[in-house]
């Protein structure tokens, strides 16, 4: 969510009123679009201006994707300039309401985290990973922030490796380990006159860097497109052609999931599904100068829905309603 480019090199104010504009102009990408400003305002250091978006936002609740988000990144906001107080009421408001997202429980965690909070943030990202990957055989990718923030926490507490700290050891690609990554006594080493000490921080340093690049080489989902049963038929009514690809909608569906679980298999990671519909699509292709009935512009729709922050990672929990719509547990439907 947050740009990354330095403040130095980008004109935060500008790209933040930039991006107010485009909301402007696609009221259904306003969320994101109005994140994506409010981080910029973060950038600029002009903190006001960012809860003002933030509360922009959620003066509308019913109408937002992820309310918790934008509640959990207003605090954050809040706290940066002494707004303590109203920061932990918020905090507290989004561990009651237990929030099915791990982003809000990274955000806030890491935020009592970074004001030395270390026990409430240890205890906000157990209760994050107990909500969500109790009886989950592979975290999904939107979750190893929880696991890793939990590992790290508790390398600074002094506790024992547990089992999710197992879990966080396993997922974690660089080769350098998660214990030495978190050690606590690496802002020492910083201090050291000892050669081998200062190459082997350097060493972690650039381990911790090629994580961090490799996040941010996939800012969104590798996803695949989803078509309800009635904007399918809408589809399919106006441009005749496009039934080669979908010759029915349980078939449409079947090749969703599959397509999913051969990503996941192939060490994909970070997947999701985007929901199409016709006027969306229609007005992407003449965007595109194309015709609606070319099947080379649906994975441009679907990639272009995802940069838009449409996506909805894929597998949900296999209790929550499957990601097709029929209002039936995963478990029991495509994820059996």
């Given amino acids: 969510m947050r740009p990354d480019t330095p403040a130095e ?13 485009t909301a402007g102009r696609y ?21 006001p201006a960012a809860t003002a978006l933030y509360d922009r936002l959620l003066a509308t609740p019913d109408t937002l994707e992820n309310a918790p988000l934008v509640r959990a990144l207003k605090a954050s906001n809040l706290w940066e300039y002494d707004h303590e107080a109203e920061a932990r009421a918020i905090i507290d408001g989004i561990r009651t309401t237990a929030p099915r997202d791990p982003a809000p429980w990274v955000i806030v965690a890491e935020s009592l985290e970074s004001h030395d909070e ?28 929880l696991l890793f923030g939990r590992h790290r926490v508790r390398r600074m507490l002094g506790l024992p490796h547990d089992d999710w700290d197992a879990v966080a ?36 340093l650039r381990a911790e860097l090629g994580t961090y690049r ?18 399918l038929t809408e589809l399919l009514s106006a441009y005749p052609d496009l039934t080669t690809e979908y010759p029915s909608h349980p ?43 070319d099947t080379t512009l649906l994975p441009q729709y679907a990639t272009t829905l995802a940069a838009r922050g449409r996506a909805v990672a894929w597998p949900p929990q296999r209790t929550s309603d499957c990601w097709c719509g029929l209002e039936q547990p995963y478990d029991a439907c495509h994820g059996v």
């Fill in 169 to 204: 050891d396993t997922l974690h690609s660089s080769p350098i380990s998660l214990d030495e990554l978190h050690d606590p006594k690496r802002v020492w080493s910083l201090g050291s006159d000892n050669p081998a000490e200062l190459e082997a921080e350097i060493s972690r």
């Fill in 27 to 47: 009221p259904e990408d306003a969320e994101a679009l109005l994140l994506q400003a409010a981080a910029h305002l973060e950038l600029a250091d002009a903190r």
């Fill in 118 to 145: 270390l026990e409430a943030a240890h205890d906000t990202f157990t209760e994050a990973a107990t909500l969500l990957l109790t009886d989950i055989a592979e975290p999904p990718y939107a979750t190893h922030p």
């Fill in 251 to 293: 078939e449409h569906l079947s090749t969703i999931e599959s397509s999913l679980r051969e990503l996941s298999a192939s060490g994909t990671g970070n997947l999701g599904i985007v929901t199409g519909t016709v006027p969306s699509y229609e007005a992407f292709a003449a965007s595109e100068g194309s015709s609606p009935g």
């Fill in 214 to 231: 490799e996040a941010l080489s996939r800012p969104f989902p590798v996803a695949v497109l989803h078509w309800p049963a009635t904007e």
């Fill in 9 to 21: 090199n980008v004109d935060h104010t500008a790209e933040a009123a930039r991006l107010e504009r």
